[in-house]
Nanobody
Framework: QVQLVESGGGLVQPGGSLRLSCAAS????????LGWYRRTPGKQRELVAG???????NYADSVKGRFTISRDNAKNTVHLQMNSLKPEDTAVYYC?????????????WGQGTQVTVSS
């Protein structure tokens, strides 16, 4: 049983901050790549931030300098600190884990958490 559960979403004013968290179970967390994706109505799901098992991070250009992804392997959690939020950041945010034992890649998703940035 693999489960990813997001939390921390909500309503925030432009310029505010939110911290998303994702708790994972049923996977080998420490050797999985992790990421946060987001989706708005009518758009494809896009990668917001990712972090490899080795701690290398990458970000969408639209969030560079504002968002920070981090992981805590001991607690099987991944976080997304979001600062200087803009209305364009409004979306459902999803936690993702990728696990590759040998040559097979497994891709897991959380249920999503709503982030709304509005005055």
């Amino acid at each position: 049983q693999v489960q990813l559960v997001e939390s921390g979403g909500g309503l925030v004013q432009p310029g505010g901050s939110l911290r998303l968290s994702c708790a994972a179970s049923g996977i080998i967390f420490s050797v999985s790549s992790l990421g946060w994706y987001r989706r708005t109505p009518g758009k494809q799901r896009e990668l917001v931030a990712g972090i490899t098992s080795g701690g290398i991070t990458n970000y969408a250009d639209s969030v560079k300098g504002r968002f920070t992804i981090s992981r805590d392997n001991a607690k099987n959690t991944v976080h997304l600190q979001m600062n200087s939020l803009k209305p364009e950041d409004t979306a459902v945010y999803y936690c993702n884990a990728k696990y590759r034992p040998g040559f097979i890649t497994y891709n897991y998703w959380g249920q999503g958490t709503q982030v709304t940035v509005s005055s």
